[in-house]
């Protein structure tokens, strides 16, 4: 892994193009192509190595962040509201036009432009085509996400070719079939996980992203039918169906398989020999410099703290909601509030006794209580901790992994498309949600309950998502919920389910201002139930979020004065 970041450095040293230049004033990608490039599998590989760079990782590596993807939404607490759902990110100006950023579409077409001049063994070749046009999709679904509807590209142009610069946006569900096209090529040319000697994406990821973008797309037309969001005669299903074929074709394939254990996933530094995990980031803080570090606990909490909701969001050890069961539980005491709970409540969050820091030594520190100024609502984060100081530097380790893709989303996609469907059955549940609740820890021998069936209990406090649900779908999103508490999914749902009712007018809450923290605190906000009330003063008349206009971003003004055939998102 080492060698390739070196080798990402300095491809992307060769591909670098200003961020603030627009697309109709870069320089042509073919004008800094070398005449002996493009001639052996060894070239393809040094330029797909550029592509990884653009792969997300920690969040402010080298400058102190802690680790809170969600961070912005319902569920996870910053400093600050997230402006995608406090509607405040108006439409970008001059200076922000990059945010409308088409570069790495045209790396990704200039390279599918040139790859079938390199001659080799047609597998390694194959290989290289196959992460071209995965990596295409990636980048399309990120456009996809954020504008919608959006140009379609398939070929790499200069700068002159001002028939193809100033092209309209395609209906969004063409765009889609665009992304979901590259996905079926790329499957078919990419080698399996197994196969690869590096860690670089194979078949498995590329049948998890299609997945994920099918399960998008069908929920976003399912959820937006009738807005000035959805797409006019669908209602998804074509793109359930696809999410739940690719879902099923990666667990038919049996390459992958769940980790033994929940937080073993998130605490390592090296995940090469973890069969859950299909695609992920490595560090090396030691070896290369700060740039390739992160600070994902050598600064925690670092004003980061889980929302109230999402830990209500865990269902008791018998598999019932805590307004249902008969097993004690408590929202208002640290010290007990992963009693009689969900297993993955207690490897996500902080409670009195857990361990903060174990020295060279072997010396344990454990955690007492929260530090409120870092931690803003108190549910501070257990998930990917590294307790361990690392030896060679006598600090926590800057080289925690971060994973992209694993193989219990696959179980997730799988069972969210089968009952959005209804064509879920009992196996359908069972080898996906039943697999990863036991996993985390549900006896159902113990607790027969804890097994989710077809008719799961209702649950007087199931969320609100504005729209009316089934209960398996209800369950199945519970459980989305908390096996990726806290790994980046959480606005990307809010927006696929259309779930504003869920967030706005709304501010989100921390923990119960008990004594354990008043005792370290002294005044905080609370509301009329004692909760910490962290938004108060910042945001009183809870998030602003615009439903007829924020479910997408605007296309930057002066784009739209280079090209009069693009129009503006609804609401902007």
Known sequence: MKKIIYILTICSAILMVSCDDDILERTPLDEISEPAFWKSGSDLELYTNSFYNKLPGWSGVGFGSAQMPDTGTDFGLGTGAGSRL?????????????LWSWDEIRQANYFASNVDKAVGEEANINQFKGEGLFFRAYFYFDLLKKYGAVPIYKEYFNNLDTEALYRARSPRNEVADFILADLDMAISLLKTKANLSQPRVSKEAAQLLKATIALYEGTWEKYHNGTAFGVTGSDGTAYLEQAADAAKDLIDGGTRSLHSSYSGLFNQTNLSANNEIILWKQYDFVGLGNSFGNDAQVFWPNKYSYALDAIRSYLCIDGLPTAISTLPTTDTELANIETNRDPRLAETLM??????????DNSIVSWTAPNISESVGAYEGQKYRIPELDATTGNFTRNTAKILMRYGEALLIYAEAKAELGTITQEDLDISINA?????????????TAKLTLAPVTDPNWPDYGHSISPIIQEIRRERVVELMNEGFRLDDLMRWGAHKLFVGKRPKGAYFETLISDVSGSQDVDENGYLDPFAGSMPDGFGFIPERDYLLAIPAEELVLNTNLTQNPGW
């Open 86 to 98: 406090n509607g405040t990110q108006g439409i970008p100006d001059e200076a922000n036009r990059s």
């Open 351 to 360: 409670v009195p006794g857990d361990v903060v820091r174990v020295n060279i």
């Open 436 to 448: 990863l609740r036991e996993r985390a820890g549900f006896d159902f021998i113990a607790n027969p």
